[in-house]
């Protein structure tokens, strides 16, 4: 099939059309499937339910790195606006659409709906169509997906749990550097992080705040930062330099590389 699209966009001097590649992530597709498509699935077929969408995401923290210009994995198909095959319990919950959404875009997943739009109400169209987080997903320059970093909830960074993927996600982009909080609890949680957490960030700066879902400027952001989020909610922020931080010393701060690497200016170590 590959060789048979490279052909013919020979022969008519196009561009191959797209070559969407499923065999279910059963012989590890993420490390050749760009050697012969521009995309292919990870995971088995997805359901609108929860359960389905945190496996998804669960089995995409080990194979983000994968995703470039070049090719993409696919976390199949969205589910914004699906009931669960006749069983209103298969229902997303407002929350759970938009990170749905927010993970597959920031991911960059394909995008493809599967839903009857004529049926979706306002407020799922407005998911499908929020302008701050497609512009990540079809950012002109970086083509890479944002990256794990902590999986949270006094759980082990870098283990696998289907139930329980990791919560704090970061990345670069065009337009700022990309911060992805997921909470994966049936209850609302404060979720707490560092900024150089994420590889993106530079140590003694400021970072002005924008949310891609409000699309609200919110405030400066200094070394660290607390977000309240529902069950199974998201938040997608950019940050960007807003220039250095004051005197740390004045703030009664110490000197940090990163949030575990500190001194004060005597050169008394300090790790927070």
């Not at 001097?13 to 012969?36: A, D, H, T, V």
């Not at 920031?106 to 979706?120: C, E, M, W």
């Amino acid at each position: 099939m590959a060789d048979a699209i490279a052909a013919r966009a020979a022969d008519k001097q196009e561009n191959p059309f797209w070559f969407s590649i499923c065999e279910w992530g059963w012989q590890q597709p993420w490390i050749w499937g760009k050697r012969l498509g521009h995309s292919w699935r990870i995971n088995g077929d997805i359901k609108p339910w929860w359960n389905s969408l945190a496996a998804i995401i669960d089995n995409a923290s080990f194979q983000y790195w994968a995703t470039d210009f070049y090719g993409h994995n696919d976390m199949d198909m969205l589910e914004v606006g699906n009931t669960g095959q006749g069983d209103p319990i298969g229902n997303l919950t407002y929350d759970e659409a938009k990170s749905h959404f927010t993970v597959w875009a920031l991911l960059k997943s394909p995008l493809f709906i599967s839903t009857n739009l004529p049926n979706t109400t306002e407020e799922e169209r407005d998911i499908l169509k929020n302008p701050d987080i497609i512009k990540i997903h079809q950012d002109p320059n970086v083509g890479e997906s944002i990256a794990p970093f902590r999986w949270g909830n006094d759980q082990p960074d870098f283990v696998s749990n289907a139930t329980h993927p990791a919560q704090y996600w970061s990345g670069n982009s065009s337009y700022g550097v990309v911060f992805m909080l997921l909470n994966n609890l049936d209850i609302s949680q404060d979720m707490f992080f560092n900024l150089t957490e994420s590889w993106a960030i530079r140590a003694g700066r400021l970072y002005d705040v924008y949310d891609m879902w409000t699309h609200t400027n919110n405030g400066t952001a200094l070394r660290n930062m607390t977000v309240a989020l529902p069950p199974h909610g998201v938040v997608a922020l950019l940050l960007n330099d807003a220039g250095p931080e004051s005197d740390p010393s004045a703030l009664g701060l110490p000197y940090c590389g990163i949030y575990w690497q500190c001194t004060w200016p005597n050169g008394t170590y300090y790790s927070n």
